[in-house]
């Protein structure tokens, strides 16, 4: 979290806790359900996607925004659902407090443990982590403009406040670079269905599809790495 930037909790119509930024109007999840958005997004188009388009029982992620750590809670859950092996790269700037963190329902309301859900904002930043038999942590602090990556991911999770409120985080240049990151036939998945954005991905040379969004959201985006 940004110094003197003010977050407050809030429960969306799923149940399921999110936060606002009251000073930029910007919530980090769907008021229509934060766990039902980061569902649909990632986990049905992202990472349940890709395993039925690929014979392997391992896979690597990328997120930009770690935020509350819901994507990687529910990718770790489903890891172990589907016994598959995850190692899971995930970048924040500005990471929550315990305090918020520990306010968070996702664990009660997915029925997933919870010390595990804690163990994934308590965990070191900047080493992996072995959080579980199935899943491995690297969490980053830093800018994604920034940071260089020496590995190659098979999914790209982009969700970053939306393009109106951080716009610095949905350039071509950035968009470029979520390609050179992605292993062949690899996915980058993100809420965002901006026209801007689609033709970026299409420059940066992914195939694009505009898929049905979550609930309160007519499009979400999948792209991706053709061989």
Not at 7 to 32: A, Q, R, V
Not at 47 to 54: R, S
């Amino acid at each position: 979290m940004k110094k003197g930037r003010e977050i407050k909790l809030f429960i969306t119509e799923d149940g399921s806790h999110s936060l606002e930024i009251p000073t930029l109007n910007e919530t980090y999840h769907s008021s229509h359900g934060a766990i039902q958005e980061s569902n649909h997004v990632f986990i049905k188009n992202g990472q349940e996607y890709w395993v039925e388009q690929n014979q392997s029982n391992r896979l690597s992620i990328f997120e930009v925004g770690f935020g509350t750590g819901l994507n990687a809670l529910l990718t770790m859950q489903k890891s172990e659902q589907l016994s598959l092996k995850i190692d899971y790269t995930s970048l924040e700037l500005y990471p929550l407090t315990s305090e918020l963190t520990n306010q968070l329902n996702y664990a009660e309301q997915t029925g997933f443990d919870k010390k595990a859900f804690q163990k994934l904002h308590s965990c070191h930043w900047n080493e992996p982590i072995v959080i579980s038999s199935y899943f491995n942590l690297h969490k980053i602090k830093g800018s994604f403009q920034d940071i260089s990556m020496n590995s190659k991911f098979d999914i790209i999770y982009y969700d970053a406040f939306a393009p109106s409120k951080q716009p610095e985080m949905w350039t071509y240049k950035l968009m470029e670079k979520c390609f050179a990151m992605l292993n062949p036939n690899g996915l980058f998945v993100t809420y965002s269905a901006r026209g801007q954005l689609k033709r970026d991905l299409k420059q940066a040379g992914f195939k694009v599809e505009s898929l049905p969004g979550p609930p309160g959201k007519f499009e979400m985006v999948r792209a991706v790495k053709e061989t």
